[in-house]
């Protein structure tokens, strides 16, 4: 079968499942939240959504959101809770999200979380959000960040403590010499890490005490972590 035949197949087996609903992932920098939101897009058949994204999109394409946030930006200023809200409610209005989505990066905050929720609570069809910490262990995702090494020509990525090149400070493939990113430091870590743990705290508070909360062991192989979020969200929207 050809992959494009394998990815409708895929697709087609991923709606004949019941609705996930939308899944807020959470988790600091570095614990794999980009990678599992993909294996989810994969195997729910549902959309990713990323503020990040969102306001590129709607920054690039000149709609009357992206230039009030451009605006906004050139500032220097923060774009507002209501305008990223007026961003991801447009998004969510897309047919493709019926069945549920992937929220990756939002909400942020508890305004974000109180927004969402209302909204949730005015269409009656929508399932409420499920949210998913991926834990990983302090000490290891600052392996993973501080060791992570990027070839400038084809961008493989590499970990000197975890996948080291066979040379050191070279890439295997084309000899480049290879660059650690400037927010890929132990100091900037850290404090990305202050960061979040203080703007998310209240969003995890939140849906713990909705019974809507629950952590899974990010440390382990990719696959394993995907299921077992799919499996924490099932059980879930059978309870």
């Given amino acids: 079968m050809s992959s494009s035949a ?6 087609r087996a991923a709606e004949s499942t019941p609705a996930p609903g939308p899944i807020l992932l959470l988790g600091p920098p570095g614990v794999g939240k980009g990678t599992q939101a993909k294996m989810l897009v994969k195997q729910c058949g549902i959309p990713q959504i990323s503020t ?61 979380a109180d927004w969402l929720d209302a909204r949730q609570v005015e269409h009656p069809d929508n399932l409420p959000v499920i949210a998913v910490q991926i834990k990983v262990n302090y000490n290891q995702l600052l392996r993973r960040i501080t060791g992570r090494r990027n070839c400038p020509v084809c961008e493989t990525i590499y970990n000197t403590y975890m996948n080291p090149p066979e040379k050191e400070g070279v890439c295997n493939l084309d000899g480049a010499a ?9 100091e900037i870590f850290v404090e990305r890490m202050r960061t979040y743990e203080a703007l998310t ?31 924490t969200v099932r059980q879930f929207r059978e309870a």
């Fill in 6 to 11: 394998s990815s409708v197949e895929s697709g």
């Fill in 52 to 112: 990040g994204d969102l306001l590129r999109e709607n920054v690039a394409n000149c709609t009357p959101l992206g230039l009030e946030a451009k605006e906004i930006m050139s500032r220097g200023e923060l774009v507002p809770d209501t305008l990223v809200n007026e961003m991801v409610a447009l998004r969510l209005d897309r047919p493709d999200t019926a069945r549920g989505y992937i929220l990756d990066g939002y909400p942020r905050t508890q305004g974000q």
């Fill in 201 to 231: 705290k209240p969003v995890i508070d939140h849906y713990r005490a909705l019974g809507r909360f629950a952590e899974v062991d990010g440390d382990r192989p990719i696959e394993v972590v995907a299921a077992d979020i799919v499996a």
């Fill in 178 to 186: 290879l660059v650690q990113r400037a927010d890929d430091q132990e």
